[in-house]
């Protein structure tokens, strides 16, 4: 059973950064395309940048410019730098593959606020 474990959020300040990193149970990356979600209070969980294996990216609308997405197979691992953070941005975030393959991980808190 592939366990994925997100880490990093936090509380910031609008504009300010943060970086999620993502973990896999086993290597499951250098075979899939990945991607980080969100779910924000009441909403549905959002699709939020995707990263293929060959390293191509692509973001939704709402992140694109501030937001980059990255992997390192070696490691297990996905990650989100999220810059000029904006409130609307507050939501648990998590990682899977682009097609929801696994099993959702507890996801990391992301609050922006002043």
């Known amino acids: 059973q592939v366990q994925l474990v997100e880490s990093g959020g936090g509380l910031v300040q609008p504009g300010g950064s943060l970086r999620l990193s993502c973990a896999a149970s086993i290597n499951i990356f250098k075979f899939y395309a990945m991607a980080w979600y969100r779910q924000a209070p009441g909403k549905q969980r959002e699709w939020v940048a995707g990263i ?39 939501a648990v975030y998590y990682c899977n593959t682009d097609q929801a393959r696994y099993p959702w991980g507890q996801g990391t808190q992301v609050t922006v606020s002043s």
Not at 72 to 77: A, R, V
């Open 52 to 90: 293929t294996s060959g390293s191509s990216t692509s973001y939704a609308d709402s992140v694109k410019g501030r937001f980059t997405i990255s992997r390192d197979n070696t490691k297990n691992s996905v990650y989100l730098q999220m810059n000029s953070l904006k409130p609307e941005d507050t």
